[in-house]
């Protein structure tokens, strides 16, 4: 499993303080978004929870089990956020929840009117004259996803704001929750154009690149053939690229090649050195590292644990 990062921990709310065992709430209001505390103390199940804003939850401790979109139902943990649009209820379970093991989750809730004019600032900034014309929007097929070291720092922050005395912290929560925001939009197009690549190579510069990329993974893929590809400027396509997806051309290409190299580990016949090989890096030992930082752990102990 790829490497999570998790939320830095949260001060339970005291016995005496508790309104409620399943799903008490810490209420911590600013002008654009609002943060929620939730904890649940006992089991409980089919609980319906609504918020009127669009949502960002990320688990904190415990489990639950959610049931969302009308589609299969799924455990989140620590580590894990889920993204849930204005008026959207999700049903929860909470299997596991006691005094002794209680779940802990962050909810914010963004104001609609911060969130159009975020994505009227990326309409208007990030489709530059190089970029392909991209309506920038909210989406939901990507709702649930394992926290990166970007969104999880922000989320502390935003944390860490919210629940603060400081007078400023109302300018200090706007900057961190618009590139939250911008993060996880990004990440979305990024996917959506990965989706859409194969299908759709000719439709954009982007859908082009991203098609090009993996068609050549296993390949020497040089950023110089990339921005000859996408008709730009090495500067200039480093800038386009990042601000499209908020990676790196390098990151994103690592990406590929680890999805990649998990496939053939599946096959014990391949030895590690074959897999690197296989997927485009050159320097085995560069691969171990980087596969260990992604997954936690080496791609010899992947491939032990995908044979048992």
Known sequence: MPVKHFVQQIDLTHPKQLQRLV?????????NCELNIFESYQQ?????????DFVITSMVQGKKIMH?????????QPGETVIVPANETMIIDFPEASTDNPTQCIALSVDE????????YLNEYYNSEYADKNDWRLQFNQYHFNNDADLTDLINKLIRICSSTDLSRDIYADLN????LIRILQSQHLQLIADERTTNSNNSR???????????LTENISV???????????NVFFKWFKDQFGITPLQYINRERLKLAKQLLADRNNSVNQV??????????????LFKSSEGITPGTYQLICSR
């Open 206 to 216: 982007l859908h082009f690149v991203l098609h090009y990329i993996n068609e050549h």
């Open 44 to 52: 409980d199940y089919r609980v319906p929870l609504t918020f009127g």
């Open 68 to 76: 969302l979109f009308d589609q299969p139902s799924f455990e989140y």
């Open 224 to 234: 110089d053939t990339l921005c000859r590809k996408a008709y730009l400027s090495r």
């Open 113 to 120: 009117t911060y969130i159009r004019n975020t994505l009227q």
């Open 276 to 289: 690197s090989m296989q997927c485009g890096f050159n320097d085995t030992n560069y691969f171990i590292r």
């Open 23 to 31: 799903e008490n709430r810490r209420v911590f209001n600013l002008n």
């Open 177 to 180: 929750m618009k590139e939250l």
